[in-house]
């Protein structure tokens, strides 16, 4: 009924860029808060960065001034640039989406399968 796809990872060598993206589709009456996720190995899933449908911004500590998040409110779409990476920014990182779908009453949280970033020294 809902995908989330994101794209935009790979292999970047610190100091340098990367954007990712995410498209969400499927059955999509409203989109509240979406958000980038990241995941190290070994570590627990945490918040990068989220916005909500009004364009507030939340970052983390660790990638403020760094990162930066929007989106595209008519496509359902999400992004996160990424500047001045650091190897520590290694991780899967997830799209997150707070969506209500069509003949539904609540907003749930839903999950993209993940994008590989990888940042050498």
């Known amino acids: 009924q809902v995908q989330l796809v994101e794209s935009g990872g790979g292999l970047v060598q610190a100091g340098g860029s990367l954007r990712l993206s995410c498209a969400a589709s499927?059955?999509?009456?409203?989109?509240?808060?979406m958000g980038w996720y990241r995941q190290a190995p070994g570590k627990q899933r945490v918040l990068v960065a989220s916005?909500?449908?009004?364009?507030?911004?939340t970052y983390a500590d660790s990638v403020e001034g760094r990162f930066t998040i929007s989106r595209d409110n008519a496509n359902n779409m999400v992004y996160l640039q990424m500047n001045s990476l650091k190897p520590e920014d290694t991780a899967v990182y997830y799209c997150?989406?707070?969506?209500?779908?069509?003949?539904?009453?609540?907003?749930?949280?839903?999950w993209g399968q993940g994008t590989q970033v990888t940042v050498s020294s």
């Open positions: 997150n989406a707070a969506l209500l779908l069509y003949g539904y009453s609540d907003y749930e949280d839903y």
């Open positions: 499927g059955i999509i009456f409203k989109v509240n808060t």
């Open positions: 916005t909500n449908v009004g364009g507030t911004t």
